[in-house]
């Protein structure tokens, strides 16, 4: 398969909560296609540094990975048709696990070889750290999102979009 070249800020991202089994319940996401203003994916590891007896310098061992996903979206509220209706956007959960699609698509301005292939992170074990509102100017509001996860698979192909899985 031909490389094709993909823009962090060209995702659809999609954030659906889980079962009890921490599968995605995809019949009701919170968000759904949501364009990122900026998308920030970090992969670090937890570390430790010994300094064993005789070395200069400390020895560093990784441990657990960890994955942060920070965007920055623009800020849409949809109207309550009823006081008592779900809340209007993402609202921050405690203890509540997610499963995040993020995915990138060409569209069909690229050359014909490379239209509609996409590729996805479907990133599960997915929690919210923070959700801060920010004025940009008179007209437009962003809503920064902070999340950790456990662990992401990679999925790629042509055609329509088969995840999550």
């Given at each position: 398969m031909p490389e094709i070249f993909l823009l962090l800020s060209d995702a659809a991202i999609t954030l659906y909560r889980t079962d009890s089994n921490g599968d995605a319940i995809t019949d009701a996401p919170v968000f759904i296609g949501a364009c990122a203003k900026d998308l920030r994916l970090a992969y670090r590891f937890d570390e430790r540094e010994s300094t064993p007896t005789g070395v200069n310098y400390p020895v560093t061992h990784h441990l657990n990975p960890r994955h942060e996903i920070s965007i920055e979206r623009l800020w849409v509220v949809n109207q309550k048709e009823t006081p008592d209706a779900e809340p209007a956007?993402?609202?921050?959960?405690?203890?509540?696990?997610?499963?995040?699609?993020?995915?990138?698509?060409?569209d069909s301005n690229a050359p014909v070889e490379m239209t509609n292939r996409w590729h996805a992170r479907i990133y599960h074990g997915t929690t919210t750290s923070a959700y801060d509102l920010t004025s940009v100017d008179v007209m437009e509001f962003t809503g920064s999102q902070s999340f950790k996860a456990q662990y992401f698979i990679e999925r790629n192909g042509i055609g329509a979009v088969t995840c999550p899985p």
């Open positions: 956007d993402f609202k921050l959960e405690r203890n509540q696990q997610f499963v995040m699609a993020i995915v990138w698509k060409k």
